[in-house]
């Protein structure tokens, strides 16, 4: 039970990696808030698993983001894990998709982090610790990868934020850390592999990149965030942890 009576709020809660935190979370002990647009996906998540509450949650809705701020009580967490992967380089993006990748990959962070803060710190003063996690990537500052322009640039906007925040509250007992993953087997992905022309030949070249043969999974990614959100880590702040099967090796 390492995360017991933590309460952690985790937003894109619906499926893929954010469904399997939230999940991992629960059964670590905490009281977990899944958000996610997808309200279904939440209703089912909540029903299978009580120690978590769905709320449904637009985190591109900044007053739909403080209402729920006030809503909730003060938080020990937060996992920031909505975001969008956009294919293409700079001759095939549209200022509109550039400016949606921003709002969501990294703006929304902004919104929950801003909206949650004071409850954060007075759990940091209280008890000690409180820690906020935000899903970067491989494919930011630590490597690029072709056709991934705006994920990149925002995946890399993610680390510079999570330092940014850790260096202005690391003597007040609040942590900031970035998960970068390698390339992983969700719903997500499996979208974007079903829209090539070749989805067979697609899904040869994602495992092809990675060094260990294989896509990872949920299951290897939500123990790191497991980590990063327990007491565990509470010497570790302002760090973009991989876990990519050895891509960046």
């Known amino acids: 039970m390492r995360l017991a009576g933590k309460s952690i709020f985790v937003s894109a809660a619906a499926q893929g990696i954010g469904r399997a935190s939230a999940i991992a979370f629960a059964k670590e002990g905490a009281r977990v808030f899944a958000t996610d647009i997808n309200a279904g996906g939440l209703r089912e998540l909540s029903e299978e698993h009580t120690k978590i509450e769905s ?25 920031n894990c909505a975001g969008f992967v956009h294919n293409g380089t700079i001759e095939a993006v549209t200022e509109p998709e550039w400016d949606f990748s921003f709002d969501l990959n990294i703006k929304a962070m902004y919104r929950t982090v801003k ?25 930011s500052s630590t490597k690029g990868f072709p056709n991934r322009l705006v994920y990149g640039t925002t995946k890399a906007a993610v680390i510079g934020f999570t330092k940014a925040m850790a260096a202005d509250y690391v003597t007040k007992g609040l942590r900031c850390n970035a998960l970068c993953p390698g390339t992983v087997d969700t719903p997500s992905l499996r979208d974007r592999i079903a829209a090539f022309p070749d989805p067979v030949a697609a899904e040869q070249a994602f495992i092809a990149r990675q060094p260990m043969g294989r896509l990872a999974t949920v299951d290897d ?17 302002g760090q973009a942890l991989l876990v990519d099967g050895g891509v960046t090796i």
């Open 115 to 139: 909206a949650f803060l004071p409850g954060l710190l007075r759990r940091a003063e209280a008890v000690g610790t409180a820690s906020i996690l935000n899903m970067s990537s491989m494919a």
């Open 221 to 237: 990614i939500t123990p790191m965030a497991v980590y990063l959100l327990s007491d565990e880590s509470q010497f570790v702040s």
């Open 55 to 79: 709320h449904p949650l637009d985190v591109l809705d900044t007053a739909a983001v403080n209402a729920l701020a006030a809503e909730l009580p003060d938080l020990d967490g937060i996992f």
